[in-house]
């Protein structure tokens, strides 16, 4: 392990998880249980996250620590000088960690989560915004920005470059080619229904214009319906065409339906007074 400096420690261990053993001290809890704060950061992420960081803030000759691991105690792991936290923290704590880090002046950029990031602003940090839809290694989709406290007194900033870094990154570009089937209107599902009754419209059928099936015949072998599907007659499946596609207008209508907001004269006082 890299030897610490260790003068003004502001934590009580001795045993901080720097970077490059990282990977070896979490592997002793592989086939252990897990919980759903536990870090599954891809390898690769992590290093494009840290090749960020050393662009926009000095990391030579400073420690990166990552003392958010199973098991792990944030709150009293030793903090040298030159150390520099960059993790994946449990976002049910994400803003108190922020405020840790902050109040002790230990700088940090930590993954967080995506639409919630501005949490981290009221204890000073910055909000980096690089829009991130990032598969873990637990197989979890999450949407995730950043927060740090190495911009000073930038309330919030995109990060271009960093999503420029994370997506070419293999473990995000893991893609299952799944087959696409277009089925004729004569077949009738509960998706098909379900899209007519969020649209808003009055649709039925009558049992003696349908025949209960579970597979068409010019499917792939092998391959069958999920569930029970009926087959329909000619008229009954252009009224079913008719009614999706009215359900489908009003259902994009609604969507389009924009309520605009407007700042109050208070709110345009307060904004009178900024900078």
Known sequence: MTQLNNNKLRGGSRNPIVFNDYESFVAKF???????????????????????????????????????????????????????????????????????????????????????????????????????????????????????????????????????LIEPCPSQNIKVELPKYHYPDNLLSVSDMQIIASGGVDFAVRRDGCARIRRLDGMPPKKSLFGDHYIMSDDLAKAKAKAKAKAKAKAKAKADRTIHVSLSDREREIIKGLG
């Open 30 to 164: 592989a086939d252990g249980p897990h919980t759903t704060d536990d870090c599954y950061t891809p390898r690769d992420v992590y290093e494009a996250v840290v090749q960020y960081v050393s662009e926009v803030y000095p990391l030579e000759g400073k420690q990166i620590l990552r003392p958010f691991f199973p098991g792990g105690d944030y709150e009293h792991a030793d903090y040298p000088d030159d150390g520099v936290v960059i993790d994946n923290p449990p976002f049910s704590m994400f803003t108190k960690i922020c405020q840790f880090y902050a109040e002790r002046s230990i700088p940090f950029f930590l993954f967080g989560p995506g639409l919630t990031i501005l949490s981290c602003c009221k204890y000073g940090c910055t909000a980096v915004v690089a829009d991130i839809n990032m598969r873990f290694d637990n197989g979890a989709l999450i949407r995730v920005n950043f927060a740090s406290n190495m911009f000073g007194d930038v309330l919030a900033m995109t990060a271009p470059r960093l999503a420029q």
